[in-house]
C-alpha cells in the first residue's frame, strides 16, 4: 500500500470512527466478492460511514489524494458493479464505501404517500414500514431482504412489480447524494411535479454509482391494491402467456405481475424441494396477479378457461406463497446447481419478439460444443427475461454470451434490461449504444467525476494497462 | 449583422434550401416573440429543416461558427424559453431553428403500443394517429393543436392526464436528438427495460432545448379508458375537492384528470360566453373524469352525495366537452381580459399545502398596493396551481412574483411544476435548487454544449452584460 494510503486511512478513521474502518483482510472478505461468485475484487479498506455527512467527508479525503471509491449496499448485484476491481493498475488507494450502516427510515408521508430512506435500508424493511401506514413500496424483488435502497436506485431496478409500478427511477421523490469532490447534492420534496432544470435525480438512477454516491432517496408509496389473487398456467407456448396477460387487462383486470417460466427450471426447483405449481408439466409456466374491483376470482377463472394452449392452472388468493416461491427460488436453486459460477444474463426484447428469442435462447443449450444447460425466466410482460447459463467451463463464458447477446442485438432488444453493465457487460455495451451515446455518457461522467474515482470500470470498463 | 453571418447564411441555405432561411423581418415576426406577449427577441434568421439530417447540418453550421440556436416547437410555451434573447451581446449570429416542417408521424406499433413522431408534430395528430390504431397519446393539454412532441418532451409537459398516466418524461422510450456539435445521438427501440449506462432521454427531457436539439420522438401510447365520466362539484373548500379524489380512488375508481377552479375564473370564462358548469356558483369547482368497470355514474354520483362542502354538482359521460371548455378557456379567457402582458406563474405544492397556499396566493390581490386580480386553477391532484395575476402594472411583475414565490417557497412547493424555468424564472431557480445543484446542472450543460449555443439564457440566465 502507498504511503499516502496510510494518511488516508487515518483520515477515514477520524471520519467515521476506527472500528468502522476494515483493514483487516478476513473482515474485508465478504465486502470483496459478489454473490455469483463471478467477481473479486481488491481494496485497503471497507469504510462505514453512518450519516451523509460522514458519506461526505470520506469522499472529500479520497479525492484529495485520487483514491478510488466502490460503492457497496446489498452486494446482490449479478453484473459485479458492487466490488472492487481486481486490481487498480493506478497505483491509487481503492476503499470500499459500504452503506451497510446507513440504514435509517423516515416516517411515512401518508398524505403525501413517500417516504425516506437511507441507502441502506432494505427493500423489506422499507416496505414493512410503509405497510404500517396501509401503504406499499413499489419496487419488489426476490432479494428483498438484502438489496438496499441505494442499490435498487442506483440500477434502476425493474422487479416483479414493474409491469404495474414503472420502474425504480420513477418511484425516486427526492435524492441525497455526495458528488465526486464530497459536496452534498440534495433535492428533497414530495411534489410529483418540479420542473426546474435538468432531472438530477433520474440521473443518478441507473448511473450504477458512477456520478455520486446516493445517500438518501425520498420514495413514492402506492396504495395497495385491496385484493389481489394469483394464478399460474401451464402453457404450450411463450404466446398464450403473452395472450393471457392482454385477456386480464382487457376485462378491467389489473396486472400486478407477469412472470414466465420454463419446464427446465421448474424442474430444478421442484428437485430442491419447491411444490410443483400445477399437477401436470407443460414446456411453460406464467405467473399472473391481478388485483381489481368484483369478483376477480372468477373473472380470472373465465379467461384461464379461454387461454389457448392451456394444459393446466391453479388459482390461489395473494399473497400465494407457494407459487411465487416456484417463481422466486430459482436465483439461488440456479447458482447451487451449476458446476461453475453460472453466466447471468439479463436481457429484454420487444414483446412481438419474445417466443422467437425465448426458443433461439433455449437452443444455445443444445448447438454450444461445451456444456451449456439454460434455465430461462423473467418478467414476460415488460419483455425481460433472465438468462441463466449452467456449467459452462469458465474459458467458454465469454463465447457463450457473445452468442446469447447476438440473438438478442438480432431480435432489437437489450443485453441489460434491469441489471446493469457493472463490470461484467462492459465489453458489449456497443450492441446497444451507438459511438455519439457512449461519448456522450463519458461526458456526462467526467462533467460528475473529472478524477474517475467513482466505481472505477462500472459502465465503460477499465482502461486498458 | 457581422460578415460571418453572411458565410453562415449561405451555408444554412445550402443545407435546408433557400426557401426555409427566413430572414425578412415580417416573415420572421411570428417566431420572434412568444405566446403571452412578455418575451420579444432578435434573430438573424430562422431555419427551418425537415428532416434529423438536416437539423444536424444547420446545428453544425452554427457550431463551426459559434453563433446561437434557439429551438422552436409550437411556441406554446408560457415562460419565453422558445424566443430568442432580446439582443445578443457576444456579437455572434442568432438563428431560430423552427421544427414546423418536422410533421411526420410513423406508423403505430400497436403490438409494442407506441409511436415515433418528429419533433414539430402536434399533440393533436400524434392523438389522431394513435386512436386511429384503437390507442391514446398519454399526455393531452389545453394547447394540443399547436403544441408539438419536441416542445411536451423539452419542457417535461405535464397536463390533464398526468395524474392518470405520469409526466411526459416517463412516456419516452426513444429518443433522436442533435448535439451541440451536429453530431446525431439515437436510442430508438420499443423496450420498457433497457439500463445500459446512463438515461440520456431522461435527462433530454425537461432540459428546455439546453442541452440538445430533439428530432424524433418514441413515444409509449396507452389504452384509453372503455368507460369514462365526467363530474364537476362546486364545493366550498379546496379540502372537498381533495378529499373527493381521494373518495374516487377508495371506491376503486380511476382519476383520469382532476382540475380545481374557482369562482373568479369560471366568472371571467362565463363572462366571455362559456356556460357555468353548475346551477349554483361556489368558491371553488372541482372537474374530475373517472373511469372503471362496471356503472361508474352511479358510484360517481353516491360519491358526490357524501362529498363534505358540495353546494352543487354536474354529471356526464366523457368526453363532456362543454364541461372540459370552462376549464380549458381559462388560458385564452385570461389572456385576453388583461390590461397587462399576465403575469402567468406555474407553481407546485405537497398536496396537504395546497388549501393554504390557495388562500395565501389568492389574498395577494388584496394586499398589493397595486392592482392585481389573481386567477388560480389547475391539476389539484398533482399539487400543481396555475397563477395567473392580470392587470399588473409592467413595472410591478417582478414585485409581485417575489411575493408569490415566497408564498411557494414557505409552503415547500416549487416555482415550476411544469411550464419550466425558460427566460421568465432564471432569477428565481434559487428557490428551488441549492448552490451544488446548480452548479452541477452547468457541469451537464457545459458536457453537452460547451460553447454554450443552445437557447442561450434558458435555465440558467444569461451573463451579466
Same mark, same amino acid.
Given at each position: 500500500?502507498?504511503?499516502?494510503?496510510?494518511?488516508?486511512?487515518?483520515?477515514? =478513521?477520524?471520519?467515521?470512527?476506527?472500528?468502522?474502518?476494515?483493514?483487516?483482510? *478476513?473482515?474485508?472478505?465478504?465486502?470483496?466478492?459478489?454473490?455469483?461468485? =463471478?467477481?473479486?475484487?481488491?481494496?485497503?479498506?471497507?469504510?462505514?460511514?453512518?450519516?451523509?455527512?460522514?458519506?461526505?467527508?470520506?469522499?472529500?479525503?479520497? *479525492?484529495?489524494?485520487?483514491?478510488?471509491? %466502490?460503492?457497496?449496499?446489498?452486494?446482490?448485484?449479478?453484473?459485479?458493479?458492487?466490488?472492487?476491481?481486481?486490481?487498480?493498475?493506478?497505483?491509487?488507494?481503492?476503499?470500499?464505501?459500504?452503506?451497510?450502516?446507513?440504514?435509517?427510515?423516515?416516517?411515512?408521508?401518508?398524505?403525501?404517500? %413517500?417516504?425516506?430512506?437511507?441507502?441502506?435500508?432494505?427493500?423489506?424493511?422499507?416496505?414493512?414500514?410503509?405497510?404500517?401506514?396501509?401503504?406499499?413500496?413499489?419496487?419488489?424483488?426476490?432479494?428483498?431482504?438484502?438489496?438496499?435502497?441505494?442499490?435498487?436506485?442506483?440500477?434502476?431496478?425493474?422487479? !416483479?412489480?414493474?409491469?404495474?409500478?414503472?420502474?425504480?427511477?420513477?418511484?425516486?421523490?427526492? !435524492?441525497?447524494?455526495?458528488?465526486?469532490?464530497?459536496?452534498?447534492?440534495?433535492?428533497?420534496?414530495?411534489?410529483?411535479? $418540479?420542473?426546474?432544470?435538468?432531472?438530477?435525480?433520474?440521473?443518478?438512477?441507473?448511473?450504477?454509482?458512477?456520478?455520486?454516491?446516493?445517500?438518501?432517496?425520498?420514495?413514492?408509496?402506492?396504495?395497495?391494491?385491496?385484493? *389481489?389473487?394469483?394464478?399460474?398456467?401451464?402453457?404450450?407456448?411463450?404466446?398464450?402467456?403473452? *395472450?393471457? !396477460?392482454?385477456?386480464?387487462?382487457?376485462?378491467?383486470?389489473?396486472?400486478?405481475?407477469?412472470?414466465?417460466?420454463?419446464?427446465?427450471?421448474?424442474?430444478?426447483?421442484?428437485?430442491?424441494?419447491?411444490?410443483?405449481?400445477?399437477?401436470?408439466?407443460?414446456?411453460?409456466?406464467?405467473?399472473?396477479?391481478?388485483?381489481?374491483?368484483?369478483?376477480?376470482?372468477?373473472?380470472?377463472?373465465?379467461?384461464?378457461?379461454?387461454?389457448?394452449?392451456?394444459? $393446466?392452472?391453479?388459482?390461489?388468493?395473494?399473497?400465494?406463497?407457494?407459487?411465487?416461491?416456484?417463481?422466486?427460488?430459482?436465483?439461488?436453486?440456479?447458482?447451487?446447481?451449476?458446476?461453475?459460477?453460472?453466466?447471468?444474463?439479463?436481457?429484454?426484447?420487444?414483446?412481438?419478439?419474445?417466443?422467437?428469442?425465448?426458443?433461439?435462447?433455449?437452443?444455445?443449450?443444445?448447438?454450444?460444443?461445451?456444456? %451449456?444447460?439454460?434455465?430461462?425466466?423473467?418478467?414476460?410482460?415488460?419483455?425481460?427475461?433472465?438468462?441463466?447459463?449452467?456449467?459452462?467451463?469458465?474459458?467458454?463464458?465469454?463465447?457463450?454470451?457473445?452468442?446469447?447477446?447476438?440473438?438478442?442485438?438480432?431480435?432489437?432488444?437489450?443485453?441489460?434490461?434491469?441489471?446493469?453493465?457493472?463490470?461484467?457487460?462492459?465489453?458489449?455495451?456497443?450492441?446497444? =449504444?451507438?459511438?455519439?451515446?457512449?461519448?456522450?455518457? =463519458?461526458?456526462?461522467?467526467?462533467?460528475?467525476?473529472?478524477?474517475?474515482?467513482?466505481?472505477?470500470?462500472?459502465?465503460?470498463?477499465?482502461?486498458?494497462?
Amino acid at each position: 500500500m502507498p504511503g499516502h494510503a496510510d494518511a488516508l486511512l487515518t483520515q477515514l =478513521r477520524r471520519a467515521v470512527g476506527e472500528c468502522n474502518v476494515l483493514t483487516d483482510p *478476513a473482515a474485508m472478505e465478504g465486502f470483496l466478492a459478489d454473490w455469483t461468485g =463471478r467477481y473479486r475484487g481488491q481494496a485497503d479498506a471497507v469504510v462505514r460511514p453512518r450519516t451523509t455527512e460522514e458519506v461526505s467527508r470520506v469522499v472529500g479525503e479520497c *479525492a484529495s489524494v485520487g483514491a478510488r471509491i %466502490c460503492v457497496q449496499g446489498g452486494n446482490t448485484g449479478l453484473v459485479g458493479g458492487s466490488v472492487p476491481p481486481p486490481r487498480d493498475d493506478t497505483g491509487q488507494p481503492v476503499i470500499v464505501l459500504s452503506t451497510a450502516r446507513m440504514t435509517d427510515i423516515d416516517e411515512v408521508d401518508a398524505v403525501g404517500r %413517500c417516504v425516506g430512506a437511507q441507502a441502506g435500508a432494505t427493500v423489506d424493511a422499507i416496505d414493512g414500514r410503509a405497510a404500517d401506514a396501509g401503504l406499499a413500496f413499489p419496487i419488489d424483488l426476490a432479494s428483498r431482504e438484502s438489496a438496499t435502497a441505494g442499490g435498487v436506485v442506483s440500477t434502476n431496478a425493474g422487479g !416483479i412489480r414493474m409491469i404495474r409500478r414503472g420502474n425504480t427511477r420513477s418511484q425516486v421523490l427526492g !435524492i441525497e447524494a455526495v458528488l465526486a469532490d464530497g459536496r452534498i447534492l440534495r433535492r428533497w420534496t414530495s411534489l410529483v411535479k $418540479d420542473n426546474v432544470g435538468y432531472d438530477l435525480p433520474a440521473l443518478l438512477a441507473g448511473s450504477e454509482g458512477t456520478l455520486a454516491v446516493i445517500t438518501r432517496v425520498l420514495f413514492k408509496l402506492v396504495v395497495p391494491p385491496s385484493a *389481489a389473487t394469483v394464478a399460474v398456467a401451464a402453457v404450450e407456448h411463450v404466446e398464450d402467456a403473452i *395472450a393471457l !396477460i392482454g385477456a386480464a387487462s382487457s376485462r378491467g383486470l389489473t396486472v400486478e405481475a407477469a412472470e414466465l417460466m420454463t419446464e427446465a427450471g421448474i424442474e430444478l426447483v421442484h428437485e430442491h424441494g419447491q411444490r410443483r405449481p400445477t399437477a401436470t408439466p407443460a414446456p411453460f409456466y406464467v405467473l399472473l396477479e391481478v388485483s381489481g374491483v368484483g369478483d376477480i376470482e372468477t373473472t380470472m377463472a373465465e379467461l384461464l378457461d379461454g387461454t389457448g394452449g392451456l394444459v $393446466d392452472a391453479v388459482l390461489e388468493p395473494a399473497p400465494a406463497r407457494a407459487l411465487w416461491g416456484a417463481r422466486e427460488s430459482h436465483t439461488e436453486t440456479i447458482a447451487r446447481s451449476s458446476t461453475t459460477p453460472v453466466v447471468k444474463l439479463d436481457i429484454s426484447v420487444p414483446i412481438r419478439a419474445l417466443p422467437e428469442t425465448f426458443a433461439e435462447l433455449a437452443a444455445v443449450g443444445t448447438t454450444s460444443d461445451f456444456p %451449456c444447460r439454460p434455465i430461462l425466466f423473467g418478467h414476460v410482460g415488460d419483455g425481460n427475461i433472465h438468462v441463466n447459463l449452467l456449467d459452462v467451463p469458465e474459458e467458454h463464458a465469454g463465447t457463450v454470451t457473445d452468442r446469447v447477446f447476438g440473438i438478442v442485438a438480432a431480435n432489437g432488444g437489450s443485453i441489460s434490461a434491469e441489471h446493469g453493465i457493472g463490470r461484467a457487460k462492459t465489453a458489449w455495451t456497443h450492441l446497444g =449504444r451507438s459511438d455519439v451515446d457512449l461519448d456522450t455518457m =463519458r461526458a456526462v461522467k467526467a462533467a460528475f467525476d473529472p478524477q474517475g474515482l467513482l466505481n472505477p470500470g462500472v459502465i465503460f470498463g477499465l482502461p486498458a494497462p
